[in-house]
């Protein structure tokens, strides 16, 4: 696939980035747990986080393809930084401006692009995952404030946050109807956060609980300014959320492949390297052609949002399902061609092994996806409506 002078230019610019900024600090920054803040504002003022956003609101206009090729090139390397492309744009800069009022976009939109900002999404709570629904959190209408309250757990950048798009219900006695959005200042009075237990990998991007107690939120800052859109503003959200995803699956693959290949023409057994013998060529075969298949999946899902097709749930529940999918199984594939160096962490794969692992979990599970696309074949539900 042919890309345009221009994605192809940023495309190289992230590249450098990865070779210079994120290269030689990946492993350590893991393995101490340490937030790579000050990268994720040099992404943004390199405008990384601005590709779906047009030029007036602080982004380049270069498109969700754009977006899926930079996500791409740095989940390739770093699945924490990756984490960022939703926090700043999808699920945040993305979001406001899709669905927020002139007002919102003006004052939020160029903020998280820019990384001034730093983003989350409150929609995860203990009792409501893939089941939004059934959320607790809850607003109340008081003059010309909400009064939030309630928790959200499993929230990326949830210390860290300076504001973000928070799911809550108005009006409980109506499950899905009754659901509101709202973006909240996390440095308002009320607000605290926690920690949520230590993960498999992505050890360099910070998880956490937020908890909101009597938290006054501006009647401005309800998203759209209207009640009882919240679950239909989610639904679009994560149909954006989920082609980033895809991507970092992409990109993951992509950088197990890139290890496997280096490790196969280097690594000698029996006087020949590794990479002469066909089973190992069979692994890798098979690891190369799911990895291109993700990645066309992927820039198909990109290039439809592009062309004005913003409500293609089953093409991007597709990218989304396959490409994480791909990431998890040629993380596997990696591990049998390196044998007990991709155990260890001398080498990268050990940890891209783990870092694989999450995107089947997180913006919509596996099982949620292949409802979406089984559900959509056989005629019950039609996912693009």
Known sequence: MKLSEEIVAIQDMAKKFVQKEILPRVEDDEREHRFQGDIVRKMGELGFFGCPIPEAYGGSGLGFLAH????????????????????????????????????????????????????????????????????????????????????????????????????????????????????????????????????????????????FDDVEVPVENLLGGEEGRGFTLCMGSLNNTRLTAAAGGVGAAQGLVDEAIKYAKEREQFGRPIGEYQMVQEELARMVVETEAARLLTYRCAMQKDDGVLNNALETSMAKYYACDVASRVADGALRILGAYGYSSEYPVERMLRDAKLPQILEGSANILKMVIATDALGYRKANR
């Open 68 to 211: 899926a090729v930079v996500t791409e090139e740095i989940a390739k390397i770093s699945g924490s930084l990756r984490a960022a492309f939703n926090m700043q744009t999808m699920g945040n800069a993305r979001e406001i401006f899709q669905y927020g009022t002139d007002e919102q976009k003006e004052a939020y939109v160029g903020k998280f692009v820019s990384a001034e900002y730093l983003g989350c999404i409150g929609i995860t709570e203990s009792n409501a995952g893939s089941d939004v629904a059934s959320m607790k959190t809850k607003a109340e209408k008081r003059g010309d404030r909400y009064i939030l309250n309630g928790s959200k757990t499993w929230i990326t950048y949830a210390q860290v946050a300076d504001a973000g798009v928070v799911y809550a219900y108005t009006d409980p006695s109506k499950p899905y109807k009754g659901m509101s959005a709202f973006i909240v200042d996390l440095h308002a009075k009320g607000v605290s956060t926690g920690p949520t237990a230590q993960k498999l990998g992505w050890q360099a991007c910070p998880t956490g609980e937020l908890f």
